[in-house]
């Protein structure tokens, strides 16, 4: 009886230490993202949004902290998501106070994850809420879920190798919310071409864009000119 | 042949009308890269519409040579027409009205030759005209604007296409606007037969193009199925498919491809059969053309 | 004397009209053949039909002993000709002109000879002015080097003295007279007027409404001896033998239902004389009008000018 008694008590304790057990694996992801001050990382970008039809570009992402990012095509033209300033999780853990809640295990793969919400302080920013999903084990972020006031949700799923150790992933895919892209009326004729078109009926209405970001090489704390992030 | 589409190069270049055509073009296209120049950022934000709200654009990078081509082809396009008309509706009629014609006509070269020679003159005037366009269009465009990816906008949405896989594109794109100009100066060319005077053909070619690119543009079932199948204006913007990039299911597009080819092809073929039947008929209406003397007329 | 063109039974049917009327002649090498009728009695249907500009409805055309259908190009080669208004380039210059039709007609005959073209014309100094500031008369004179620009063999020209004043149309007639007795081309030259062909034309046809009335000689047509005398007599028959045995025999024309004389008309009264004292019953004597006469009874008769221009 007084096993079970401690064994319910265990349980009764547990959302505590979970808790405290939550804030410090938040703090360990934390210091590990914040071993990096900067870095300029090579890799392609591939961009999958319905109305959008571009190549595979290679790109470069600059990062200096405390929340400077730029995804640039050197070579080309780019469109890169508003949001896309999230990919870095330093924008995300850092970016003033929070209250991290415990929501539990999940799996992404075969990896179990801990889910932590973080909820903004300050009503102000953008950011509503955002949902992490932290591989324990690695303690590097494997997914999150950002709310956004102004630019929708997004989605952030991070992939990782060589780089882990600096909590920094090697593929990113970035899902966001797209609007539906009209051309202004009357500047050109199409040509008809005998491929099917859209009905009218059929709109892109709020759906779903996505950009996959597959890194080759990062370059970590080799400072950055602020210039680059204008 | 040659030497007789040399006499045709000869007079047509000697008038003063066709130079007429190449500085009204160079005019245009100042005009429009002028624009563009001053305000490219504002019509690329213009073009991109609602898509700057989710994305972020480097609007001075889509702002650049090809894609300052790409625009002032789309505009341009549909009015070489007129350009070719003027010259080609004139090369017969012009003749009959000067008096010069029946003269040609007692030379000892068949009158098929005479069509021909002229149809031939036509040809080089219009890739005259067409590599006048590329030139100021492309080349200058180029030179101003540099060189980057181009953004194609259709209505069901955007395509990038890598700055390296587009060049070609253009010397189809020229390629095709050859033929399809080559279709409204054979009709130029037929309705210069029958005619005694320049401007009846000039006014009744860009008619006709005129009335049948309503047709072809009208959304009415009637027309679409009917008739449009049949309209050469329904093939004459085949140009653009050039720019329409083949894409992998997930919309990543293929360097190097085309979306749509057997459209481009279809397009192709139904052109060359128009001219092939407008040339036919302008040297069977030719070939029979009585030279009244004035008394019968 | 060889043939240079033969026509033979040609016609043309314009929908109703018919504007050449089964017409055949011959002009030989050398000639300067005038080609004489009203306005609009088909001359310049035939001598387009003899450019190929117009398809003849029957009838055969031959120049140079081939057929004009079945030898076009090659005899078009050796064909000039102004139809009844130079042609010309009016954007062009003089020299431009001279030039495209040298080429259309096979030849490429460079800068000296094409400016010794224009010499002969007297346009060698405006050479390279534009037609458009040409009067008629240098239009017309440029028409002619166009014509001859080539060294054709056989030259036509469609009333090439319309619209010239007088000393234009006297440089055309010595312009004319040049190349036939010069040069030794074979000239067809149409006219509407009598006097213009008998100076120049050692042979002529006259056509009246697209049928031929005479074809000849011009001297021996217009040879004011060669007038023709009627005579009306109780017995014709009789009358003409009666002549048969006097001098007049030779002049007594073949019998075609009437008695007719070829003489002067002051040989008339010697005539009646004679008949007289023969015994012949004279009911009259009518001297016929003289071809001169007869074309000219074309032309100014009224109610008789056709309502068309040629």
Redesign the interface.
């Known amino acids: 009886m007084k096993t079970i008694m401690l064994i319910l008590a265990g349980f009764q304790f547990s959302p505590i230490t979970q808790a405290q057990d939550i804030q410090l694996l938040v703090q360990k992801v934390k210091e590990k993202i914040n071993l990096v001050n900067d870095y300029d990382a090579k890799g392609t970008m591939k961009t999958n949004v319905t109305f959008l039809k571009v190549p595979v570009a290679a790109v470069n992402v600059y990062f200096k902290k405390p929340n400077l990012l730029k995804i640039k095509n050197e070579k080309g033209i780019s469109f890169i998501p508003k949001g896309a300033v999230n990919i870095n999780m330093n924008n995300v853990l850092n970016s003033g106070n929070y209250s991290v809640l415990d929501a539990g295990n999940d799996k992404i793969g075969n990896t179990a994850v801990r889910v932590v919400k973080l909820l903004p302080e300050a009503d102000t920013g953008d950011v509503i809420l955002s949902t992490l999903y932290i591989d324990a084990v690695n303690q590097v972020i494997l997914k999150t879920k950002t709310t956004t006031r102004d630019n929708g949700t997004y989605e952030l799923e991070m992939s990782y190798g060589k780089y882990i150790a600096y909590g920094l992933p090697d593929k990113i895919i970035f899902t966001f919310n797209t609007k539906d892209y009209k051309m202004p009326k009357g500047v050109t004729f199409d040509f008809d071409d005998g491929t099917k078109k859209r009905t009218g009926g059929e709109k892109l209405k709020n759906q779903k864009g996505k950009m996959e970001i597959s890194m080759s090489s990062y370059s970590i704390n080799k400072g950055i000119a602020d210039s680059v992030f204008k | 042949m040659w030497?007789?589409l040399?006499?045709e190069l000869?007079?047509i270049f000697?008038?003063?009308r066709t130079y007429l055509a190449f500085a009204i073009i160079a005019a245009f296209i100042f005009l429009i890269q002028l624009g563009l120049y001053v305000n490219g950022r504002d019509w690329m934000m213009?073009?991109l519409?609602?898509?700057g709200?989710?994305?972020?654009?480097?609007y001075d990078?889509?702002v650049n040579g090809y894609a300052v081509c790409y625009f002032v082809l789309?505009l341009l396009l549909?009015h070489v027409p007129i350009l070719v008309a003027l010259v080609a509706g004139d090369v017969v009629s012009g003749e009959a009205s000067?008096?010069?014609?029946?003269?040609?006509?007692?030379?000892?070269?068949?009158r098929t030759q005479i069509i021909l020679a002229k149809y031939a003159a036509i040809a080089v005037y219009v890739f005259a005209l067409l590599l006048w366009i590329a030139v100021i269009s492309l080349a200058v465009s180029i030179a101003v604007f540099g060189r980057?990816?181009l953004?194609v906008?259709?209505?069901?949405?955007?395509?990038?296409?890598?700055?390296g896989?587009v060049l070609w594109r253009y010397f189809c794109a020229f390629g095709f606007a050859f033929i399809a100009m080559m279709v409204v100066a054979a009709i130029s060319l037929l309705l210069s037969t029958l005619s005694e005077n320049s401007i009846g053909p000039i006014v009744a070619t860009v008619g006709i193009i005129i009335v049948c690119t309503l047709i072809s543009?009208m959304e009415i079932p009637l027309y679409q199925q009917y008739i449009k199948p049949y309209l050469f204006t329904?093939y004459m913007?085949?140009?653009?498919?050039f720019f329409?990039?083949g894409?992998t299911a997930?919309?990543?597009?293929i360097?190097g491809s085309i979306?749509?080819l057997?459209?481009?092809v279809?397009?192709l073929a139904a052109l060359l059969l128009y001219i092939a039947a407008l040339v036919a008929a302008s040297v069977y209406i030719f070939r029979k053309k009585?030279?009244?003397?004035?008394?019968?007329l | 004397m060889s043939t240079i063109i033969n026509v033979s039974n040609l016609s043309k049917q314009f929908n109703e009209v018919t504007a050449v009327n089964d017409l055949s002649f011959t002009v030989h090498a050398g000639d300067v053949y005038g080609f004489l009728g009203q306005n609009g009695a088909g001359k310049s249907t035939t001598i387009r039909m003899l450019l190929t500009l117009v398809k003849p409805s029957t009838g055969t055309i031959e120049i140079f002993d081939k057929n004009l259908f079945t030898h076009r190009n090659e005899i078009l080669q050796q064909v000039g000709a102004v139809i009844e208004k130079p042609d010309l380039y009016k954007y062009l210059s003089a020299y431009d002109n001279l030039a495209i039709f040298a080429k259309m007609s096979g030849m490429d005959p460079g800068r000296t000879l094409l400016m010794e073209q224009l010499r002969m014309v007297g346009l060698a100094e405006r050479a390279s002015s534009k037609v458009k500031t040409f009067s008629q008369g240098m239009k017309q004179r440029l028409g002619i080097a166009v014509a001859l620009v080539h060294d054709p063999k056989l030259i036509i020209l469609d009333e090439p003295t319309n619209g010239l004043d007088p000393q234009g149309i006297a440089d055309m007639r010595n312009l004319v007279l040049h190349l036939s007795r010069e040069m030794g081309k074979t000239i067809l030259v149409s006219s509407h007027l009598l006097s213009e062909i008998e100076l120049v034309a050692n042979r002529m046809l006259i056509i009246h409404k697209g049928k031929k009335i005479v074809e000849g000689n011009v001297a021996e047509l217009l040879d004011p001896s060669k007038s023709l005398v009627q005579i009306e007599t109780g017995n014709d028959t009789d009358a003409r033998e009666k002549l048969m045995q006097t001098k007049w025999a030779a002049r007594l024309q073949p019998d075609n239902g009437c008695l007719q004389l070829k003489m002067n008309k002051d040989e008339v009264p010697l005539l009646i004389s004679d008949l007289v004292s023969a015994q012949v019953q004279i009911l009259s004597v009518d001297p016929m009008h003289s071809l001169e006469d007869y074309f000219l009874s074309l032309t100014t008769k009224p109610g008789h000018v056709e309502p068309v221009a040629d």
Not at chain 2, 250 to 253: C, I, R, S, V
Request: aromatic letters at 8%; proline letters at 5%; hydrophobic letters at 35%.
């Open positions: 030497n007789l040399q006499i000869f007079k000697k008038k003063p213009f073009m519409g609602s898509l709200e989710t994305m972020n654009i480097e990078k889509l789309n549909v000067m008096g010069t014609l029946r003269l040609l006509a007692s030379k000892p070269v068949s980057n990816d953004v906008a259709k209505t069901t949405g955007l395509q990038l296409i890598e700055s896989d543009e329904t913007l085949g140009w653009k498919g329409y990039i894409s997930d919309g990543e597009t360097k979306q749509y057997p459209g481009i279809k397009s009585i030279f009244y003397p004035k008394i019968i």
